[in-house]
């Protein structure tokens, strides 16, 4: 995938400002919005079960994220997702903690059946226990270790039936058929919280404005790895707390030129040896 792909879609979402959908999890609620700001779309934050169907097709895009979960969530997810899914617009499902208790895991089981979902973004733990592979889950911040991200990703869409990115130290997405595997990144990404949340926003937004949902949620991972890159190369030496606040200024200033330079995503068919 080139650079220019990649800068058309953020500019077609500075342009077109998309309405961001989130029922998310407390803990990183101000961090999502900032972060879908940043990079010039709208974000809403609206869990009550009174308004979610109505915001829902009132967004541009859906956000699913189940970090904090309950009964009362789950039913505006259902509402949301239901009046999102009449709508026709892109909803990502993000299974912060799957694998942690039966309740998040099935959950997210649950929804991906009774549902429409556009793209499942998960990490390597959380995406391994909810499409039936053996893993261990510490918590909802588990990063998934160094797991095979691209066999993950093609088990878990061949076994859900939907596309799947899985974040880590090389993101892959895919649709069973092709793949799509994103070399962007830094490892301070797990040195702060929200960090997988903020990127299933990001990929909504890409969602919105692409007509392909791989290449789409693969631009959208690019964009946002250059992102942390250059975020790292500005608070080098500092610490996690100057991280997440350059990772917002890079979301924001990111530009072409940092694409040509760090960009790198490769294409392949799913089922190849990675290099």
Do not use: W
Request: with cysteine.
């Amino acid at each position: 995938m080139k650079a220019k792909e990649v800068k058309n879609l953020l500019e077609k979402v500075g342009n077109q400002k998309p309405l961001i959908h989130n029922i998310t999890n407390v803990v990183v609620t101000n961090f999502n919005a900032n972060g879908i700001l940043a990079m010039g779309a709208s974000p809403v934050m609206a869990n009550a079960v009174e308004e979610a169907a109505d915001m829902a097709a009132a967004a541009d895009a859906l956000v699913l994220n189940i970090g904090t979960l309950d009964s009362a969530q789950v039913e505006a997810v259902y509402l949301a997702g239901r009046a999102a899914n009449k709508k026709g617009i892109p909803v990502v499902l993000d299974p912060v903690g799957a694998g942690a208790t039966p309740y998040r895991t099935n959950t997210v089981r649950e929804l991906v059946e009774n549902l429409d979902i556009t793209l499942l973004r998960g990490n390597a733990g959380e995406v391994s226990a909810i499409s039936g592979i053996d893993s261990e889950i510490k918590g909802v911040d588990a990063a998934g270790g160094d797991k095979d991200t691209k066999k993950i990703a093609e088990h878990a869409s061949f076994e859900l039936g939907i596309p799947v990115a899985v974040t880590g130290p090389i993101d892959a997405v895919t649709d069973g058929t092709s793949v799509y595997q994103i070399n962007n990144g830094h490892s301070m990404m797990s040195r702060i919280t929200g960090t997988g949340c903020l990127a299933s926003a990001v990929a909504a937004a890409f969602l919105s404005q692409s007509n392909d949902i791989l290449s789409g949620a693969a631009a959208a991972l690019g964009y946002y790895g250059v992102a942390a890159e250059r975020a790292e190369g500005f608070s080098s030496m500092q610490g996690p707390g100057t991280f997440q606040a350059e990772l917002l200024n890079a979301l924001y200033n990111v530009g072409e030129m940092d694409l040509r330079q760090k960009l790198n995503i490769q294409l392949k068919n799913a089922g190849e040896i990675n290099d």
